[in-house]
């Protein structure tokens, strides 16, 4: 395996894991997050050692004083100095054990670093493919996003691992413009393949990912028997029965409720569902708020009613009667949202803020609730609650379902899922722009993470004290990256990597408007429709000749 080595061993690094060595480097080749080894014998059999480039130091400098002045090369000044110089640069190159590969155990450090003298070769893409990754494209459970970025386009394919962000989450970290949303659908693309047939919903605050809809007509997502399904869901589409709602939720809707109100919701709370059930309405819920803790029937319509109770009903009525996502019979099937094979699209972009919170936790609690029942056998394959496979969500801006330093309704649902869902087969993927305003708790419990460029210190700091997997070294490293570039940590690798996006089989949903071309385009459409109607033209414009009228510059 070996070919000629690029440098020789100096020493030991900082650290116990880090060791120097020394190149000349002529290529390049030896780039921040290169991966390089060295051979060892461990336990009587060679083992290839392998080891990422930290740090790179040049060891031949010229004086300070000859780059005084900047129009005259130093190596002018050198020559005209008579300056011993050697034609050859060369670099004093760190680099951190990871260790040699095994199966069973991943990658194993020997503990002790190569000895001084001992050469140290770049890693062939061939090792690399083998061992950088648990899965490779094409294979079920492998989500090919890209390619190695220290390397040529596509010499080393990157895949993450399906079986590990869907047993322990999945976070999508990056800055505006980054591209994260851009990975999200090269993930969900990679879900949908026939070798993968995931069962996917997508909470799309924004309305970014229907055109993963043009999945359906892509030979690639189909195979055979198999043809990748996309459902988009609209806002006027989407039901929530009011009895699938619980104490918190109501509480959550309802504005401005004093202490004494809060006590009288949860007392009707808890007798609707004494009386009615499971299945109670927005009627029955008002007639025992109405009634009160005696159950006294309310049948003068004059007579008065306690202020607090009046008050509270107004604040019921004003939610429920004037949502156009409430109602008192139905929810959407969780039959329709989960099938292996299908992504689904909730929209919520035209959604109040606080609708759309209390619509995701009860789906959530919804799903989380059906796959317990099945999975312990009290759901039969007659019942609403049955979903006999697992389910994977990814959220949109996630921090406004998980903010930071404020409980809303969704984050212990979240939470929960995070912490116990891997159990019974529930799978979330979260993706924000803004770590730093995203709950830590959830954040941490996400053990694949893919960040992109962050250049906000506050996101930094969030990051590295949530992510626990990526290394202080690659972390120095998100402002960098550009859009596009991601660095992979976490259970669906084998070792944190920066890796190239590949490029989408759909279209991108989430493009940036082009304002000054769309300014232009309105102009154009102004000076025809005033040419057809006759009318004059609106402001900004000019008549230069007769008949012709052009732009005010």
Same mark, same amino acid.
């Given at each position: ?38 051979? #060892?014998? !461990?336990? /009587?059999?060679?083992?290839?050692? =392998? &080891?990422?480039?930290?740090? @790179?130091? +040049?060891? *031949? ?33 760190? #680099?951190? !054990?990871? /260790?040699?590969?095994?199966?069973? =155990? &991943?990658?194993?450090?020997? @503990?002790? +670093?190569? *000895? ?43 895949? =993450? ?101 809060h006590h009288e919701l949860g007392q009707a709370y808890n007798r609707v569902r004494r009386k009615y059930g499971e299945r109670w309405t927005r009627g029955q819920f008002r007639t025992t708020l109405l009634e009160g803790e005696a159950g006294r029937p ?61 619509v995701v936790a009860t789906l959530m609690r919804r799903l989380f609730e059906a796959r317990k029942d099945t999975e312990r056998g009290r759901a039969k394959d007659d019942d609403e609650n049955y979903l006999p496979y697992p389910a994977f969500v990814l ?159």
């Amino acid at each position: 395996m070996s070919e000629l080595p690029i440098g020789t061993t100096k020493g030991p690094g900082e650290t116990p894991q880090d060791y120097t060595f020394v190149t000349p480097d002529p290529e390049q080749r030896c780039k921040y997050g290169e991966f390089v080894y060295y051979d #060892a014998a !461990i336990d /009587g059999q060679q083992r290839a050692i =392998l &080891g990422r480039i930290t740090q @790179r130091l +040049p060891l *031949r400098l010229y004086p300070d004083t000859f780059m005084s002045d900047p129009a005259v090369p130093p190596q002018a000044v050198a020559d005209l100095l008579a300056y011993p110089r050697d034609d050859s640069e060369l670099y004093q190159i760190t #680099a951190t !054990i990871l /260790g040699y590969y095994d199966e069973g =155990l &991943g990658f194993v450090n020997p @503990r002790v +670093p190569p *000895r001084p003298g001992a050469p140290i070769y770049i890693a062939p893409d061939a090792l690399l493919g083998e061992v950088l990754c648990r899965a490779t494209p094409g294979q079920r459970g492998a989500v090919h996003i890209g390619s190695l970025l220290s390397r040529p386009t596509d010499a080393v394919p990157i895949a =993450l691992d399906a079986t590990g962000f869907t047993s322990t989450h999945l976070a999508i970290i990056a800055s505006t413009g980054a591209g994260k949303s851009y990975l999200a659908g090269v993930i969900l693309e990679e879900l949908m393949q026939p070798h993968n047939r995931a069962a996917v919903l997508i909470i799309d605050p924004h309305a970014e990912y229907d055109t993963l809809s043009e999945m359906q007509n892509n030979p690639a997502f189909a195979d055979g028997e198999y043809r990748a399904v996309v459902r988009v869901i609209r806002p006027q589409d989407i039901q929530v029965r009011v009895s699938s709602l619980d104490l918190g939720d109501l509480r959550y809707l309802l504005p401005n409720l004093s202490d004494k109100m809060h006590h009288e919701l949860g007392q009707a709370y808890n007798r609707v569902r004494r009386k009615y059930g499971e299945r109670w309405t927005r009627g029955q819920f008002r007639t025992t708020l109405l009634e009160g803790e005696a159950g006294r029937p309310v049948t003068d319509p004059n007579e008065e009613v306690d202020a607090t109770i009046g008050a509270l009903v107004w604040r019921f009525n004003s939610v429920m009667e004037h949502s156009a996502i409430f109602n008192d019979h139905t929810n959407i099937p969780l039959s329709d949202l989960f099938c292996p094979g299908q992504c689904t699209v909730l929209q919520l972009n035209e959604i109040p803020d606080r609708e759309q919170q209390v619509v995701v936790a009860t789906l959530m609690r919804r799903l989380f609730e059906a796959r317990k029942d099945t999975e312990r056998g009290r759901a039969k394959d007659d019942d609403e609650n049955y979903l006999p496979y697992p389910a994977f969500v990814l959220i949109e801006e996630a921090h406004n379902f998980a903010p930071a330093n404020a409980e809303i309704i969704t984050t212990q649902v979240l939470k929960q899922i995070l912490s116990e869902g891997r159990k019974f087969g529930v799978s979330i993927g979260l993706i924000s722009q803004r770590p730093g305003k995203l709950d830590s708790d959830v954040l941490s419990q996400c053990m694949t993470q893919c960040i992109m460029r962050i250049v906000n210190p506050v996101d930094q700091a969030r990051v590295a004290e949530s992510v626990e997997s990526v290394g202080r070294d690659l972390l120095l490293e998100l402002p960098a990256l550009s859009k596009g570039q991601v660095i992979v940590a976490g259970a669906s690798v084998n070792t944190p990597l920066m890796v190239r996006v590949r490029q989408r089989l759909t279209p991108h949903g989430a493009e940036n408007p082009d304002a000054p071309a769309e300014w232009a385009a309105w102009f154009d459409d102004a000076r025809t429709r005033a040419r057809q109607r006759g009318r004059a033209l609106p402001p900004g414009f000019i008549e230069t000749a007769p008949g012709r009228d052009d732009l005010l510059r």
